[in-house]
C-alpha cells in the first residue's frame, strides 16, 4: 500500500479549468497503478483516468477524453488531475487511488477533495 492525499479542489464555474494534486508515498511506486475517481451524490463512483507510475501511460473515460489531463511528478512524488472545460457534471468528490500494477484492486486511496462547478 501507499498513502495518498488530494488537493486542489474547489468551486468553479462551467468552463473553468482546475487542477488536482495528490501526494504519494510509499514504496515500490514504480510496481503500481494509479487513478482518479470521482463520487457524486446518488450517482455510481466512476473513474476518470489512470496512470502507470514506471512508464506514465495514461487511460481516459469517454466523459473526460480530451478534456482532462493525468500526469505524475516522479521527482516529487505527486499525480496530477489537469481539468479543463469543466461541466456542472464533473461535480463531486475526488479521490486518488492505487492499485498493484495490472490489477484493479485499489487498495490505498486518499481523503477526496470536493471539486464543485456551478452552471
Known amino acids: 500500500q501507499v498513502q495518498l492525499a488530494e488537493s486542489g479542489g474547489g468551486l468553479v464555474q462551467a468552463g473553468d479549468s482546475l487542477s488536482l494534486s495528490c501526494a504519494v508515498s510509499?514504496?515500490?511506486?514504480?510496481?503500481?497503478?494509479f487513478a482518479w475517481f470521482r463520487q457524486a451524490p446518488a450517482k455510481e463512483r466512476e473513474r476518470p483516468g489512470t496512470?502507470?507510475?514506471?512508464?506514465?501511460?495514461?487511460t481516459y473515460a469517454d466523459s473526460v477524453r480530451g478534456r482532462w489531463t493525468i500526469s505524475r511528478d516522479d521527482a516529487k512524488n505527486t499525480l496530477y488531475l489537469q481539468m479543463n472545460a469543466l461541466k456542472p457534471e464533473d461535480t463531486g468528490v475526488y479521490y486518488c487511488?492505487?492499485?498493484?500494477?495490472?490489477?484493479?484492486?485499489?487498495?490505498?486511496w486518499g481523503q477526496g477533495t470536493q471539486v464543485t462547478v456551478s452552471s
Open positions: 487511488a492505487s492499485a498493484k500494477l495490472g490489477t484493479n484492486d485499489y487498495d490505498s
Open positions: 496512470i502507470g507510475w514506471f512508464a506514465g501511460s495514461t
Open positions: 510509499g514504496r515500490s511506486l514504480m510496481l503500481r497503478a
